[in-house]
């Protein structure tokens, strides 16, 4: 997270030196503030409705309330908004800004795929994204590299200074090819440190981290057969997701350990 912040201010000060004004070593963060705020305070929102996802009674979804009220209450934490998303990708996540605003969403096909003591384990998970306020976490991260990637397209448009000879120009006109791949491969490493946390939180919740394991085999799989589109409106919430929907990618380049090492943790836990 400081890295990112850091390559945000660097970039502020590179402008400030190609143009002359030292307002860009004000605004950079002003705008990295302002985006994180905006996700971070909507982020419940933002994701329920990307996903299409319809807001659920007790009376619709029994089985996902008891476990839901089970668990919040051995937190001590209220109860949140429970949400079904029409796909048969299977898949969950957990969003919203604190425990008092959180929003849990499973889709129609995770729902079918896994059986109560799976579900459980998987949405001690997700209940402990929220509790560990990963969220904030992610937001950050994500604002941060969006307004990064802003900023270096910006760039490649408009040149980097008044003098395009001029060693800053140059500098600046580099750091734009290189600073948002910089920050998006930050980005899904805080989000791989952060589902690791939550598998391990979510275990200790359920006591269960066998359960967990073995919903994310069935995941694995699960995913592969059906994957969600690359559908750019997808993208801000697929990190939250308990598995990467648009199935396997690259560890460098994605937003979530690889299941392997994940389940091999839980089994570690379990004494195996």
Known sequence: MGGLWGLLLLIGWLLAQGTGSGVWLLLMPAIGVAQTAYTYWNSDRLAVRSMGAIEVSEAQQPVMYAVVRELSAAAGQPMPRL???????????????????????????????????ELRGVLGHELSHVYNRDILTGSVAAGIAGVISSIATGIMWFGGGRDRRDGNALVLLLLALLAPLAASLTQFAVSRTREYDADHDGAVLTNDPLALASALRKL?????????????????????????????????????????????????????
């Open 83 to 117: 949400y079904v998303a029409p796909t048969m990708s299977p898949n969950a996540f957990a969003t919203g800004r604190n425990p008092q605003h959180a929003a849990v969403c499973c889709t129609q096909g995770i729902l079918q795929l896994l059986n109560r003591r």
């Open 220 to 272: 694995e799989t699960g995913v592969a057969e059906a994957p969600m589109p690359q559908d750019p409106r997808l993208e801000p919430v697929s990190a939250m997701m308990i598995a990467n929907p648009f199935g396997r990618v690259k560890s460098l380049f994605a937003t979530h350990p690889p299941m392997a090492q994940r389940i091999a943790r839980l089994e570690q836990m379990a004494g195996y």
